[in-house]
């Protein structure tokens, strides 16, 4: 069991790789990694989102971090690509926007947050992460308006009103 948060969102990470390379591993959709990863990806944005980034802004009076609003946004952007049903080429855009999204991610914004938490509310925090629950997945849907790219998944996100806020 990890014993830190970032420890913990590192730990998350790598499990969500070894389901993404699974999902089209020898250039094939496989639907049961995907949907596993699909679940998992969405479980570890409410984390990030309601527990950790929550708490950081609370502790800094209402002052998101630094960095705040890329994570919100390229949360909005792997949720939205997440929606339409999913092929090899969807796997390969979401690889792309993750990969990018961890590295920021853990190339100091996790660090930063346990440092503003301090060590009690920050070991908390991940405790209630570990038992934080499933999220309900809804059905895929293919509309107009659902990206497939990375692209355009960012660039939407970028527009929507929770992404207004923070830095």
Do not use: N
């Amino acid at each position: 069991m990890t014993t830190t948060l970032r420890a913990l969102i590192e730990e998350e990470h790598r499990e969500m790789d070894v389901l993404l390379a699974r999902s089209d591993a020898g250039g094939v959709l496989d639907l049961e990694a995907f949907e596993e990863l699909r679940a998992r990806l969405l479980r570890h944005i409410a984390i990030e989102e309601k527990l950790i980034l929550a708490q950081v802004r609370a502790v800094r009076g209402g002052e998101p971090i630094e960095g705040a609003r890329r994570v919100r946004v390229e949360h909005g952007a792997i949720a939205s690509l997440l929606v339409g049903t999913p092929d090899v080429a969807l796997v390969d855009e979401l690889r792309t926007l993750l990969a990018a999204h961890e590295a920021f991610e853990e190339q100091g914004l996790y660090a930063a947050c346990e440092e503003i938490l301090g060590p009690e509310r920050a070991l908390d925090i991940a405790h209630r992460a570990r038992t934080y629950p499933v999220i309900p997945v809804a059905k895929h849907f293919d509309g107009p308006l659902v990206p497939r790219t990375a692209a355009d998944a960012l660039r939407g996100a970028a527009r929507m009103k929770f992404a207004a806020g923070g830095r």
